[in-house]
């Protein structure tokens, strides 16, 4: 089936949240008196931060863990954010998209308010038909898996005529489980190279493009 539908995860494939996600972790430690981080955070992105925060301080208890998470977001929200550089190509690649006449969509882990923040910042929100988030709504979605199902239900997609985008292995699980086609990126923060069957591997995000152009001219 032909491609009418792209849907993007966002940090790792449309944007480089890692010096924002860094600098209010690091703030987060400091508030709550934990010794300053020696682990790399690349390889833990993708997540919610609390998953990522339990990484990085393997003792903490439940609230230990609330306090650290809340610390991370006032930093987040206030500065963290706004330290976001967009993927290279991605508002020629999205907006020639669109030019196709291709729907766009995001499905994030990251919370609303700062997806949209960075997405209006960088000059690609109004390039979406909608922008779905783990707390979109209340209770939050258990799973990327539940955001991609609840997309197919509320905007009637054909999971066969939709490609999901991400850079990691739970985008390719969570878009093979709804039965969507997926691409993995090759410079977010997911393992290099992955050997995920029927995977379409980008070097490039706009080599999404070329793949809507043959797809036309087939």
């Known amino acids: 089936m032909q491609t009418r ?12 949240s890692l010096p924002g996600i860094e600098f209010s972790v690091d703030s987060a430690l400091a508030e709550c008196g934990r010794p300053a981080r ?12 609390r998953s990522i925060l339990s ?19 006032l930093s987040y929200d206030c500065a963290g954010w706004a330290k976001t ?8 690649t999205l907006t020639g998209l669109r030019n196709a006449g291709l729907r766009l969509f995001v499905v994030t882990n ?12 960088v000059g690609i929100w ?6 779905l988030c783990r707390n979109s709504r209340a ?5 990327k898996a539940d955001m991609l199902r609840h997309v197919i239900e509320v905007h009637q997609l054909v999971p066969g005529e939709c490609l999901y985008v991400g850079d990691t292995s739970e985008d390719y699980r969570a878009a093979r489980e709804v039965g969507m086609p997926v691409a993995i990126v090759a410079y977010g923060y997911g393992e290099p190279n992955p050997s995920h069957p029927d ?9 999404l493009l070329t793949m809507v152009e043959a797809m036309e001219m087939s």
């Open 110 to 121: 990251k919370p609303a308010n700062a997806t949209r923040q960075i997405l209006e910042r």
């Open 126 to 131: 109004e390039l979406f038909s909608d922008v």
């Open 55 to 73: 990484q990085l301080v393997t003792d903490a208890d439940d609230q230990n863990l609330s306090d650290l998470e809340q610390a991370f977001r």
């Open 139 to 143: 209770p939050a979605f258990p799973s």
């Open 85 to 92: 550089v967009v993927a290279e190509d991605a508002a020629e």
């Open 5 to 16: 539908t792209i849907l993007f995860d966002l940090d790792g494939t449309l944007v480089d």
């Open 38 to 49: 020696t682990r790399e955070l690349r390889p833990l992105i993708g997540p919610p931060i």
């Open 199 to 207: 995977c379409v591997n980008l070097d490039k995000l706009n080599e």
